[in-house]
């Protein structure tokens, strides 16, 4: 395909005059946004994706390329031949149209927000950084589940976590089969996080997103339209063929909420009749155990339900539970972090999870702990996402907890580490539960052997707190 229209030239990022804001978007220009993220060897998928696609998706398209900050970009020139729609790079308060194609600049981190595209600096001057998590965090709030995440090849985990927001949010998380990557580390570890809807092969993707899309138009269009007087009916059917035929009873979620995200696996599967689709669904298909997967929502929606936090705090009130639950600032939080030396850390391997205590200190954004090989090692080797939870216990009335998420970083015995775990080890030698690796020993198998310290860090990527407090 040849390029059409002119081609922004690539530029270093500059921060020109903010324009006015686009008003937020109503139901008719809340069209289908996909985030492309891609590291090393992205860059032939993305344009062997962008050739494929149909005319006239409909959809945006934005492009996070990890890009070294200190060279001008010349991706405009290298995608523009291989798509009719118009490949630009983005800037500050660029509006956000149908049939384009926006490009990261270098050295800055994109984000949208009120139907506008945003750039801000990097908050890390060393060290990795994240921008197509920080990217889907906010493709997720505008969007919804217009939002669409397709994780490309590169290395590193970059995406892994800003997906489950487009998950959460009734997206959908395509991954490219990692078997095709010749850099497969971002999609792996996005497909260890077991959110990603479809894992394919980058040829078949475009296909996906135009049905995808076009089921999307359709459902947006039959809002506006009477309500339909079966629609209970048919709700209750699909309830009662889920608990038949699965271990799951979802007669207590929000009928609105189940109505999205059956429709979203309508989409997915190309059918745009419920009657159809429960025809589908009958015959025993693998449609169903997705669907259910699909309707899984994650637990810590139930405290985003307004109503269903003050039931629980209601009933916390009449059964004499005199207490006052309350967020804690992140300046609170890392106090507790500072305080705490003991807590729990969280791992997965695929869809296992595994929780063990650890002891830990924390020092200017990030938590340092040490341990031997063995189950969490190796399991955070394989996916370093990972969760922290600390406490402080008064009393049942008075108490705080903390909950981060974030990123392990092992810290070999290197000349290039050795400051780090110089450091690392002197913090740890200060808490009370530290004991010296270097001069312990246990037996195993009969044999006597000397257990090898593994020192790690975790940088924080996320970080809330709640605490409970006496009522007056």
Not at 50 to 58: D, E, F, N
Not at 363 to 368: Q, T
Request: net charge neutral; charged share 25%; proline share 6%.
């Amino acid at each position: 395909m040849t390029g059409q229209g002119p081609r922004q030239a690539a530029t270093a990022p500059r921060r020109p005059r903010r324009r006015s804001l686009p008003r937020r978007g109503t139901a008719h220009d809340n069209f289908p946004v996909v985030g492309l993220g891609a590291s090393a060897g992205g860059l032939d998928a993305a344009r062997r994706l962008l050739a494929a696609l149909p005319l006239s998706t409909g959809m945006a398209f934005i492009l996070i390329q990890h890009l070294d900050p200190t060279h001008v970009s010349m991706m405009v020139d290298l995608l523009a031949g291989h798509t009719p729609m118009k490949v630009q790079q983005a800037a500050d308060g660029m509006p956000l149209e149908r049939e384009h194609v926006y490009l990261i600049p270098p050295g800055a981190y994109l984000s949208i927000g009120s139907g506008a595209l945003r750039l801000t600096e990097p908050w890390e001057r060393h060290g990795a950084r994240l921008p197509f998590d920080f990217f889907l965090r906010s493709l997720a709030e505008e969007h919804g589940e217009h939002a669409i995440c397709v994780i490309l090849p590169g290395t590193g985990g970059d995406g892994s976590l800003g997906l489950k927001a487009i998950k959460e949010k009734g997206g959908l998380v395509i991954v490219q089969d990692p078997g095709e990557a010749e850099y497969d580390g971002m999609p792996r570890s996005a497909i260890m996080t077991g959110a990603a809807d479809l894992v394919l092969p980058v040829a078949k993707i475009p296909e996906i997103l135009a049905k995808y899309g076009r089921q999307l138009v359709l459902n947006g269009g039959r809002k506006g339209q009477a309500p339909d007087d079966h629609a209970a009916d048919r709700l209750a059917e699909f309830i009662d063929l889920l608990r038949t035929k699965t271990a799951h009873d979802f007669a207590l979620y929000k009928p609105g909420t189940l109505m999205r995200r059956i429709e979203r696996r309508m989409a997915l599967a190309a059918v745009d009749d419920n009657g159809r689709y429960l025809d589908m669904l009958r015959q025993g298909s693998e449609e169903l155990e997705l669907l259910a997967k699909d309707l899984l929502i994650n637990v810590t929606s139930f405290f985003r339900d307004p109503k269903a936090f003050e039931l629980a705090l209601g009933h916390l009130a009449t059964t004499g539970a005199n207490m006052l639950i309350q967020d804690m600032t992140r300046e609170m939080s890392v106090d507790l972090l500072e305080r705490a030396h003991i807590g729990r850390l969280g791992c997965v391997q695929g869809l296992q999870p595994y929780v063990v205590p650890f002891s830990f200190a924390y020092y200017r954004k990030f938590i340092y702990s040490f341990s031997t090989v063995g189950k969490k090692i190796e399991w955070m080797r394989a996916n370093p996402l990972v969760c922290v939870e600390a406490d402080e216990i008064v009393s049942r009335h008075e108490w705080q907890t903390v909950v981060i998420f974030g990123r392990y970083q092992e810290l070999p015995d290197t000349p290039e580490f050795h400051r780090t775990r110089a450091v690392a080890h002197d913090l740890l030698a200060k808490t009370a539960m530290w004991w010296e690796p270097g001069y312990v020993k246990t037996l195993h198998k009969g044999e006597e052997r000397r257990l090898e310290p593994i020192y790690f860090r975790i940088s924080i990527n996320e970080i809330s707190g709640h605490q409970g407090l006496p009522a007056a």
